[in-house]
């Protein structure tokens, strides 16, 4: 949880612009950040040539990717070597990583010594979902039809779904929250939903709202669970998980069905204009 919390602020974070890097290579940047939640290994990929480059926020945001493994295998000696050569050309996060990891290495990335690309990080295996009714069944092939037609994965939405209902379109909850994604009224109204109860009513407004969360929160998993748990005005208040237990304990519970700190669905792609390349 603490691992997903810090790269979330990292990737919520845009880059800081530095004023002895080309125009070019800060919206190389720029568009590398943007990509991290759709894939992180080719966000990895340009960061490796910004860095060659001699771009310290580069080292940083890689430095990162590799403290946490997102699209690239975790690597706490690279990622150490990363943020301090950031911090020692005065880049306060790189310092501030430095010591949360408390670890100090000489291991660069071999993207960083010579022009090749990064290593991929080996996908984690996706845990199974306990055993469905022949009724669960049901609801969840529309939960993945509605989700793949709103660009959400249908197993995050399913986790989602599966934690707020078990996949009870009759749920309701002691604060009113109905249905299969347990929406309340406002959320409901919020979404176009006439009718909560109706299952693919309740199913198509709650896959919209974690559409406009996951856009929102540029994938972050954990922030775009808890803000549909508590809300988004809370995690921004916050600036992460709210301090609730219940929240706490529903993010653990949809990332134990959805083991990613990134939402894994790669349909929108950032367009070829924005990806500049790194000169």
């Known amino acids: 949880m603490i691992s997903s919390l810090l790269l979330g602020a990292a990737l919520l974070s845009a880059p800081v612009p530095n004023a002895g890097e080309a125009p070019v290579l800060q919206e190389s940047l720029a568009a590398a950040a943007k990509f991290e939640s ?19 926020e580069a ?19 690279m990622a150490a070597t990363l943020f301090s050569g950031a911090a020692q050309q005065g880049h306060m996060r790189a310092q501030n990583m430095l010591e949360t990891i408390r670890l100090g290495a000489s291991a660069l990335p071999p993207c960083i010594l010579a022009d090749i690309k990064p290593e991929k990080a080996p996908e984690p295996p996706m845990p199974p979902f306990p055993e469905l009714s022949a009724n669960q069944q049901k609801i969840a ?58 299952a693919s009513q309740n199913i198509k407004g709650g896959v919209r709202y974690l559409r406009w969360l996951l856009d929102r929160y540029q994938g972050n998993v954990v922030l775009v ?3 549909y748990n508590a809300g988004e005005k809370a995690v921004d208040r916050y600036r992460g998980v709210p301090p609730y237990a219940e929240t706490q304990e529903y993010v653990a519970k949809v990332i134990k069905f959805y083991p990613y700190a990134q939402h894994k669905m790669k349909q ?5 204009a924005q990806m500049r390349p790194i000169l």
């Not at 929108?268 to 070829?272: H, N």
């Open 141 to 198: 092939r529309i939960v993945r039809q509605i989700a793949l037609w709103h660009d959400v994965d249908p197993q995050f939405a399913l986790s989602i779904a599966r934690v707020e209902s078990q996949l009870n379109p009759q749920a309701l909850s002691p604060k009113l929250a109905q249905g299969v994604m347990q929406l309340i009224p406002e959320t409901a109204e919020r979404f176009n939903v006439k009718d909560a109860f109706n």
């Open 225 to 227: 669970a808890a803000s």
């Open 268 to 272: 929108r792609l950032i367009s070829k």
């Open 59 to 77: 080292q940083y945001r890689l430095g990162m990717l590799y403290a946490f493994g997102e699209g690239v295998p975790e690597n706490r000696k």
């Open 38 to 56: 759709l894939d992180a290994w080719e966000a990895a990929t340009l960061y490796c040539a910004a860095a060659r480059k001699g771009s310290i």
